[in-house]
């Protein structure tokens, strides 16, 4: 782990501290959409889409399915834009560096609050670039952030879980948001305050954060924070590169932990194109597209499992914000079981990368198994149920982004860690656009009833439990090999 004495010591801290809090207050807040659409639909956003239409006994009620749809198409959009934009995103953050790419972020996360703030139900419209902003702007606070972690050696896995959790966790903002708007506090009160607080953002990236990058493994005499601008570029050039060149046969999947045989970086398309990274794709899209068409529709099903009841709609969406405030308590533990071989003594003929790889399996597989508990769970109508739903459903959400992001930071070479980041999460935000079909096939054809539609989706997820099997069956092999080898070389 690293030792930054004196002042170098507490900027490492308050930088991760300030980090944290950036992740929780602000990351993450459009994936509390669900909070926020409640106080959209009482300022009457779309409310012209609401149209009467005829019932039973000559009684007529409202139908908001066209308002819903809207709500519905704001999120599909957002969500997608955050992560396919993360492809660019992370070509510029390798290119070149935190600053920039931070300056980017405030730039549209500020914007996109001051166009809710500016917005009303006759500008219903401007939701739709307003939340992608947001969304936008957010992911890029995380990205820059995780870099932190290189701070922190050994428990690295663990902070860049932590930073996941608390950008889960910081979709209890706009619950935040709908608490001050029931005791008079306006949309656009909360929200001009949350473009003003892009001074804080500009403070942090100019005095806590670097120019370029945190490099990892850190060099001798690294300086925390401001002043290491100048040696991280150094290091980049020179350092990174033998760092990551045993990693070109971990992709290439030839003797993947023999240094020896290494001659050069793996290249981009090698990673992109290796097992390793495709599987993990599959992993990542199935789960992700799960939990994004439930926060897409958890306001119409909850409208439909209350009969419509106002005040049960609150409660729990007020329980659904409130347990994702447990996202940064849940996220750290993904990290600790992927580091929990740290300081321990390999296996004679173990390399760092190979033990890495082999306690990532057990994190792959508990994710998978929450993310399908989660979807039986939400697949059950009946509502007293939905408060466990929540409760899976921050759990696997804070394991699913922690554990992608530390997977490809173990498996990968640094110098790519952006653009796979990135390609990852553009890839899997094509994937999630089935989100909206299926929620007009539910509207439409279904009848309003997603339980096919659910069940489907649990089916779907099944397929995540592939990745952590063959990162397995890859390190029994390696196993294997290493024991052959024993063998011939003892004869």
Not at 90 to 97: I, N, Q, S, T, V
Not at 330 to 346: T, V, Y
Request: hydrophobic share 45%; glycine share 8%; aromatic share 12%.
């Amino acid at each position: 782990m690293l030792r930054c004495e004196g002042g170098a010591g507490l900027r490492r801290w308050l930088t991760l501290v300030t980090g944290l809090l950036e992740c929780l207050c602000f990351a993450g807040a459009v994936f509390g959409w669900a909070s926020l659409v409640f106080v959209l639909k009482t300022e009457g956003y779309f409310s012209y889409l609401c149209v009467n239409i005829p019932g039973v006994n000559g009684m007529q009620f409202l139908d908001c399915s066209g308002q819903d749809e809207q709500f519905s198409l704001i999120f599909t959009i957002a969500s997608f834009m955050t992560n396919f934009l993360l492809l660019p995103n992370g070509f510029l953050f390798d290119r070149f560096g935190t600053m920039a790419v931070r300056l980017l972020g405030i730039s549209l996360y500020t914007t996109g609050a001051l166009l809710v703030a500016f917005s009303s139900s006759a500008l219903s419209s401007l939701l739709f670039p307003a939340l992608s902003f947001i969304a936008v702007g957010g992911i890029l606070f995380l990205v820059t952030n995780m870099q932190i972690g290189n701070l922190f050696g050994s428990a690295r896995s663990t902070v860049i879980t932590l930073y996941n959790g608390a950008f889960d966790s910081s979709s209890a903002l706009f619950l935040i948001i709908k608490l001050l708007f029931e005791v008079g506090i306006s949309l656009r009160a909360s929200f001009l305050f949350l473009a003003a607080c892009g001074i804080i953002h500009l403070a942090r990236t100019f005095l806590l954060l670097p120019r370029t990058h945190i490099p990892y493994p850190l060099p001798e005499g690294y300086t925390c924070g401001m002043k290491s601008r100048g040696q991280a570029k150094t290091f980049s050039s020179e350092q990174a590169s033998a760092n990551v060149n045993m990693q070109r046969d971990d992709v290439t999947e030839e003797m993947p932990f023999n240094k020896e045989s290494a001659e050069k970086v793996a290249t981009f398309w090698e990673c992109f194109l290796s097992k390793f990274f495709l599987w993990h794709l599959v992993w990542l899209s199935v789960m992700q597209l799960r939990h994004y068409l439930f926060i897409g529709t958890l306001n119409p099903m909850l409208q439909r499992l209350t009969q419509g009841e106002p005040s049960l709609v609150s409660t729990y969406t007020n329980a659904f914000a409130v347990t994702q405030l447990c996202g940064v308590l849940c996220a750290p533990w993904n990290g600790l079981i992927m580091d929990r071989h740290q300081g321990k003594p390999r296996t004679p003929g173990v390399s760092e990368k190979e033990a890495d790889l082999r306690a990532s399996v057990l994190s792959l597989t508990l994710t998978a198994l929450q993310c399908v508990l989660f979807s039986i769970c939400a697949s059950t109508p009946f509502l007293p149920l939905q408060y466990l739903t929540f409760i899976l459903q921050v759990l696997n959400r804070s394991f699913l982004y922690g554990g992608h992001a530390a997977f490809i930071s173990i498996v990968f070479p640094p110098c790519h860690f952006g653009k796979l980041y990135g390609m990852a999460m553009a890839l899997s935000s094509v994937v999630s656009l089935l989100q909206y079909p299926c929620f007009i096939l539910v509207k439409g054809v279904l009848g309003g009833d997603p339980l096919y539609v659910n069940i489907a989706l649990t089916l779907l997820s099944l397929l995540a439990f592939i990745h952590p099997v063959c990162v397995y069956l890859h390190c029994r092999g390696l196993a294997a090999r290493r024991g052959k080898h024993k063998d011939s070389s003892s004869s």
